[in-house]
């Protein structure tokens, strides 16, 4: 391993690369990253990084959205097939008959899609910001794709906006259950439970904290309390120990773990150091509609 990581350091000066993982990927993928963050965070830092190749270890629509932010860069992916399934649980058609069905409505897309889906939206979203842009958008009528949880949680937070919602899921967040919470917290009653609202409502309600991936990790590493169950895939854990080691954190169950994102490892960020073969391409249209709704995310966000 320490020849690897001595390597990946060699290479990355070597080919003016940087690296980064986003918080679901494998401990040590995310010791070897420059930056380590949220869908949020990592859109940011990829249009701020002076390198000009960015190695991003997540999966595809990440890697899509760094481009897209980034055309003149290269942008590698460590694995082509890590990719995310509800990133297309999204529909170009049924965002037509929206449109035609609603006159006064903006159609909303978690930054979890393929490039095809945002350049058919008008902003993009996370799950850091999704309240506070969907908040500051003129209009009345929201489509929210395609994660339908994160949707219904940002419609609980607007109850004078209408919300259209899509019915696509992160199969990691919608295997937590509600019974299965409630025995964890029988089993560990000082801990606080915190969640990401790609989980289903009667989670969210069992919660003691909702937000985003980073969000956790900043309320854990503030709170007072000792010990946690932490309602999200379970990657975060390395971040968590590493920023508060004497802290406990338990999981729900035994799914939290996407499959995706831990095709990537150390072995593979060092192929594609060597080999910059894994490019992200992107036809010129469809890279100029997506950014669109990309730009004006970064912009309200601010």
Known sequence: MEDIIKRIEELKKEKDAVILAHYYTDGQVQ??????????????????????VILFCGVSFMGESAKILNPEKMVIMPDTYADCPM?????VEKIKEIRESYEDVAVVCYINSTAEIKAASDVCVTSSNA??????????????????????????????????FNDGFCHVHTSIK?????????????????????CTWDVLELADYIGSTSGIIDFAV?????????CTEMGILYELKLKNPEKKYYSVGHRQFCPNMKRITTEKVLEQLEKLSNTVEL??????????????????AE
Do not use: C, W
């Open 87 to 91: 990133a297309h649980m999204a529909d």
């Open 222 to 230: 503030k709170s007072d309390a000792k010990a946690f169950i932490i």
């Open 283 to 300: 036809n010129e249209e469809l890279y100029s509609k997506a950014n669109k709704a990309l730009d004006r995310m970064l912009a309200l």
């Open 131 to 164: 309240v506070k842009i969907v908040n500051a958008l003129p209009d009345h009528n929201i489509y929210f794709i395609p994660d339908g949880n994160l949707g219904r949680y940002t419609a609980k937070m607007i109850p004078d906006k209408n919300f259209i």
């Open 31 to 52: 010791a070897v990253a420059d930056y380590v963050g949220d869908s949020y965070y990592l859109s940011k830092v990829a249009t701020e990084v002076p390198q000009k």
């Open 178 to 198: 509600p019974e299965e919470l409630k025995k964890a917290k029988e089993l560990h009653p000082e801990a606080l439970v915190l969640a990401h609202p790609e």
